[in-house]
């Protein structure tokens, strides 16, 4: 069957440290990997997106990776701070030439000062 | 700045009774996406429509929900009759959904939690 896994106990970090988050993926073959936030009574926000044939992609202190033979991106966090306190949220898109997403369960991250 | 809009932010009702949830898309996108949220199944999509039309919802119980888009400012989803089990946070998206990276991030709304009694 097809599933979307993202472990399920909150992470908890220090903070200054680098946060990894992992998602795993069974029976997909996405064309794209996107990650979102999501704070408590509110919507998930967009984070990053990357493809199929990228391995790696960046923005600020977030760092995504995605490798299609593991079936596996990991999601990457550097000098975290409290404010990155949040469930983080994977989804892949099942083919490309539709908006869909899958979503994984979600990781809570807690940063501590 | 642009986003999307839900109505209402909170619905109790007792069950068996309809409830009607609303979503304006920000303009301009043509894709929108009924999501649901519990904690048991996490973030669940429901339906979505692209220029108006239902591509897909497959994960929407036909018998009792229904999704329409009357015009391209305003999504609605029905549940009728309500049950206890649909109790959960529904979220609306929307996105430009052409296909290719820029158009598959998603936009959501604040959500809609409904308890049904």
């Known amino acids: 069957s097809q599933k979307i896994e993202q472990n399920s106990e909150a992470l908890n970090i220090q903070e200054g440290k680098t946060a990894t988050l992992t998602c795993n993926y069974t029976?997909?073959?996405?064309?794209?990997l996107q990650w979102y936030r999501q704070d408590p009574g509110r919507g998930p926000v967009f984070l990053l997106l990357?493809?199929?044939?990228?391995k790696e992609k960046r923005k600020e202190r977030l760092k995504v990776t995605f490798d299609t033979t593991l079936k596996q991106s990991l999601f990457h966090i550097t000098a975290s701070q409290p404010a990155d306190s949040a469930t983080y949220l994977c989804?892949?898109?099942?083919?490309?030439?539709?908006?869909?997403?899958?979503f994984g369960q979600g990781t809570t991250l807690q940063v501590k000062p | 700045d642009a986003r999307v809009t839900q109505t209402p932010r909170d619905k109790v009702t007792e069950m068996g009774q309809e409830v009607t949830m609303r979503c304006q898309p920000i303009?301009?996108?043509?894709?929108v996406f009924w999501y649901r949220q519990t904690m048991m199944q996490g973030l669940e999509l429901l339906a979505y429509?692209?220029?108006?039309?239902?591509?897909?919802d497959s994960g929407m119980p036909k018998d009792r929900f229904s999704a329409e888009m009357p015009d391209a400012t305003l999504a609605t989803l029905k549940i009728q009759p309500s049950e206890p089990r649909d109790s959960a946070v529904y979220f609306c998206?929307?996105?430009?959904?052409?296909?290719?990276?820029?158009?598959?991030?998603?936009?959501f709304g604040p959500g809609t939690r409904l308890t049904v009694l």
């Open positions: 429509f692209r220029n108006r039309a239902p591509l897909d």
């Open positions: 998206a929307s996105g430009l959904g052409q296909g290719g990276p820029l158009s598959n991030e998603q936009f």
């Open positions: 989804a892949l898109t099942p083919s490309s030439n539709t908006g869909k997403l899958i």
């Open positions: 303009l301009g996108h043509n894709t």
């Open positions: 029976n997909y073959s996405p064309a794209y």
């Open positions: 990357i493809r199929e044939n990228e």
